[in-house]
């Protein structure tokens, strides 16, 4: 009796411990969810190794953005990707030197002022928008019945000269080919 008791209270924490993780997952903001699919974006992302952060041991994330989900991508300051760290930058008045831009929802409007400078520059361009990065951004970042999904737009992809995962890639709700420009 007593080894079956044991057993049950044993089971019983391992139950509690695990309802209390689930109940942390469900307390993470819409933002900082976001805020972890940028980080995991930096991982599945390769950039040309001709083209140098301006800081070495830097990968210099660029933040168009206000509020709550700008505050969740300061958290990622400093966290390592491959050999470099982030290094979080809130609104550059040249994003050239940026490997990462993220646009937030409210500056959506500015897509047009920052896109042309990104032109030649090798930066993962997302922008929090509807499924269709038909604009120059790469990855469009969306809430589809209560969840996070993406987009990812190969034509802007390969003319900023990026390679995105496989395993990124068939995570995405869809990805756009050059085609459907």
């Avoid at 469900?26 to 995991?40: P, T």
């Avoid at 206000?66 to 050999?83: C, H, I, K, Y």
Wanted: aromatic letters at 8%; a negative charge.
């Amino acid at each position: 009796m007593g080894m079956v008791f044991s057993i049950l209270l044993l089971l019983s924490g391992w139950f509690i411990s695990m309802a209390a993780v689930a109940d942390q997952a469900e307390l993470l903001s819409v933002h900082e969810v976001k805020a972890g699919f940028v980080y995991n974006f930096l991982l599945f992302t390769a950039w040309p190794p001709d083209q140098p952060a301006a800081n070495p041991g830097e990968l210099p994330v660029c933040v168009y953005a206000r509020g709550a989900v700008a505050d969740s991508l300061l958290a990622l300051n400093g966290e390592p990707v491959d050999r470099l760290r982030i290094r979080i930058v809130l609104w550059p008045e040249f994003p050239g030197d940026c490997r990462v831009v993220y646009i937030g929802a409210s500056e959506r409007p500015r897509l047009p002022l920052i896109l042309p400078l990104l032109a030649k520059v090798p930066a993962l361009v997302i922008a929090e928008e509807e499924p269709e990065p038909n604009n120059g951004t790469i990855i469009g970042l969306f809430e589809e019945n209560h969840k996070i999904a993406f987009v990812v737009n190969l034509h802007a992809m390969h003319e900023h000269r990026l390679l995105l995962s496989s395993k990124l890639l068939r995570l995405a709700r869809k990805t756009i080919p050059a085609a459907e420009q």
